[in-house]
């Protein structure tokens, strides 16, 4: 299994319903973040959350981080057709530097 | 700031023949990665840079590939001779220390 996995892979729901997405992770991190990409795009970085932190907001969005399970979700509120996209969790380790580490992704469909 | 810059934005070419990816990186970033993505194996850290020093290179799939940075505002993917399995969309990201990435376009290459 590759560090930062997501769940699930895909996740279809109503304009209006709340989203959420899981990742796990297998080393211990300095930082998770959550990235959107939006098809034929490049990624677009969301949030970052610190090792340290519990929970974190940003507008619709809402990130927890559990050390403890190595795990994290993302909680987009609220949704609205333009959050179709595929979303990423990235974490990097104690020893990696700037390097991240990506997970597969959730593709989450938000339909009118 | 025009955020990062990657050309071209589409490459076709036929197996054997030279393939150069530009990257202009966001100006004051530090640090500057190369990833590749397919359906196939998600998205991949081929090699990143900090202050245009190669740090890791362990992710490039062998020889055929290599990347330069000559100045902090210029980066070069290169794949020689190219393959049909290199076929992807190739992004470039750069950023300010181990923080958030900042994604280019995308390269998207087709090997015929």
Same mark, same amino acid.
């Given at each position: 299994?590759?560090?930062?996995e997501?769940d699930?892979?895909?996740?279809?729901?109503?304009?209006?319903e709340?989203?959420?997405?899981? %990742?796990?992770?297998k080393?211990?991190?300095?930082?998770?973040?959550?990235?959107?990409?939006?098809?034929g795009?490049?990624?677009?970085?969301?949030i970052?959350i610190?090792?340290n932190?519990?929970?974190?907001?940003?507008g619709?969005?809402?990130?927890?981080?559990? /050390?403890?399970?190595?795990?994290?979700?993302?909680?987009?509120?609220?949704s609205?057709?333009?959050? /179709?996209?595929?979303y990423? %969790?990235?974490?990097?380790?104690?020893?990696s530097?700037?390097?991240? /580490?990506?997970g597969?992704? /959730?593709?989450?469909?938000?339909?009118? | 700031?025009?955020?990062?810059?990657?050309?071209p934005?589409?490459?076709? *070419?036929e197996m054997?023949? +030279?393939? *150069?990816?530009?990257?202009?990186?966001?100006?004051g970033?530090?640090s500057?990665?190369?990833y590749r993505? *397919?359906m196939?194996?998600?998205?991949e850290?081929?090699?990143?840079?900090?202050n245009n020093?190669?740090?890791?290179d362990?992710?490039?799939? +062998?020889?055929?590939?290599s990347a330069?940075?000559?100045?902090?505002s210029?980066s &070069?993917l290169?794949?020689?001779?190219?393959?049909?399995?290199?076929?992807?969309?190739?992004?470039c990201?750069?950023a300010?220390?181990p #923080?958030?990435?900042f994604?280019?376009?995308? &390269?998207r290459l #087709?090997?015929?």
């Amino acid at each position: 299994s590759q560090q930062g996995e997501e769940d699930p892979q895909a996740l279809s729901i109503q304009e209006g319903e709340n989203a959420t997405m899981n %990742c796990s992770y297998k080393t211990s991190i300095n930082n998770l973040q959550w990235y959107r990409q939006n098809s034929g795009r490049g990624l677009v970085h969301l949030i970052l959350i610190r090792s340290n932190e519990r929970e974190k907001h940003s507008g619709r969005l809402r990130v927890t981080l559990d /050390t403890s399970k190595k795990s994290s979700s993302l909680l987009i509120t609220a949704s609205r057709a333009a959050d /179709t996209a595929s979303y990423f %969790c990235a974490t990097d380790g104690l020893t990696s530097g700037s390097r991240l /580490t990506f997970g597969e992704g /959730t593709q989450l469909t938000v339909n009118p | 700031d025009a955020g990062v810059i990657q050309s071209p934005r589409h490459e076709v *070419t036929e197996m054997g023949q +030279e393939v *150069t990816l530009r990257c202009k990186p966001i100006s004051g970033h530090n640090s500057l990665f190369w990833y590749r993505q *397919t359906m196939m194996r998600g998205l991949e850290l081929l090699i990143y840079f900090n202050n245009n020093v190669p740090i890791d290179d362990s992710g490039m799939p +062998e020889d055929r590939f290599s990347a330069k940075m000559p100045n902090a505002s210029f980066s &070069t993917l290169k794949i020689q001779p190219s393959e049909p399995r290199d076929s992807a969309v190739y992004f470039c990201a750069s950023a300010r220390g181990p #923080t958030s990435q900042f994604f280019g376009p995308g &390269t998207r290459l #087709t090997v015929l």
